[in-house]
């Protein structure tokens, strides 16, 4: 059985930005959503990922975000380092300075762009783990990488002792992963709407947009299935689709920049080639953040 990373909901934190074209890292108002994720109930955070922007950082501003946000978190909760890349030696060198700067795991997506085969998949992730001892989730996400981590390759990567864990987006596998994988592959939703899905299979919680705005409510609804609530944990589910659905109207991590600004903490804009939202969608967006404060999920 492969220890436990994290159990519960782990935010996958916007980098906030400030400057005229969002060129800075905004480093006080990344240390107020630290904060805020903490005192909210947060079980981790997820720094440099998908919604941290880390592909418009070049490799000296990405690990200086690692570096204080696990400088400011300063072992409260675990730190997990996005250090993916579709370049196998960058991946390395990335997952390597994280671990030196006190990462407590990586997070680690699939080659995109240039894609590969399923051993291709299996040699690039095996060499990444190699090089480091912390362990390392896979992010599987083929909507954004057009490559899927087919459930063999699961099965042949968790034999690796530090791959721990799959962030995983394609939930139609799961059964199949868990069947050929055990306990020797922890299981976390990639996807807001369906972490209850994901719970019914044995999974551990979620790597969370929503988290962002909502931390103690994402965590309390894994905590309700793992303590036996389902039915509680299912309702909750229920209660928070509409917000699902409006973060993602347009492409993450757009909406969930608004939605911080909106709450009143500070994320600023996103870095080009992303765009500000359509003024309909942030129209539905605040209602949503609206209606959804009132049934008490953003405190």
Excluded at 65 to 88: C, F, H, L
Aim: with cysteine; hydrophobic share 40%; glycine share 8%.
């Amino acid at each position: 059985m492969k220890k436990k990373i994290f159990t519960g909901a782990a935010v996958a934190i916007v980098t906030p930005f400030k400057g005229k074209n969002n060129e800075e890292v905004d480093y006080d108002a990344l240390g107020a959503l630290i904060e805020y994720q903490i005192e909210n109930g947060t079980d981790a955070i997820v720094i440099c990922g998908t919604t941290g922007e880390a592909s418009t950082m070049p490799d000296t501003e990405h690990l200086a975000v690692i570096e204080y946000a696990v400088q400011k978190t300063a072992g409260r909760i675990p730190v997990i380092a996005g250090t993916g890349s579709n370049d196998t030696k960058h991946a390395i060198a990335l997952s390597q300075k994280a671990e030196q700067l006190g990462a407590d795991a990586l997070l680690s997506v699939t080659p995109y762009y240039n894609k590969t085969t399923q051993d291709g998949l299996y040699e690039h992730f095996k060499v990444i783990a190699e090089s480091v001892s912390v362990p390392i989730i896979l992010y599987n996400v083929p909507g954004r990488t057009n490559l899927n981590i087919e459930p063999a390759t699961f099965e042949r990567l968790c034999k690796i002792p530090n791959i721990n864990a799959v962030k995983e987006c394609n939930l139609l596998q799961i059964p199949e992963t868990v069947k050929r994988c055990g306990d020797e592959l922890n299981l976390y939703s990639g996807e807001d709407g369906y972490v209850h899905f994901l719970m019914s299979a044995g999974g551990l919680g979620v790597i969370s947009v929503v988290s962002n705005i909502a931390p103690r409510y994402m965590s309390d609804m894994v905590k309700a299935y793992l303590n036996g609530d389902i039915e509680k944990s299912w309702k909750m589910q229920v209660a928070c689709q509409d917000l699902v659905k409006a973060l993602f109207c347009e492409v993450n991590p757009i909406p969930i920049k608004e939605a911080v600004n909106r709450i009143g903490l500070r994320a600023g804009g996103c870095r080009l080639p992303l765009v500000d939202m359509k003024p309909e969608n942030k129209e539905r967006l605040a209602a949503a953040i609206e209606n959804f404060r009132m049934i008490g999920g953003i405190k």
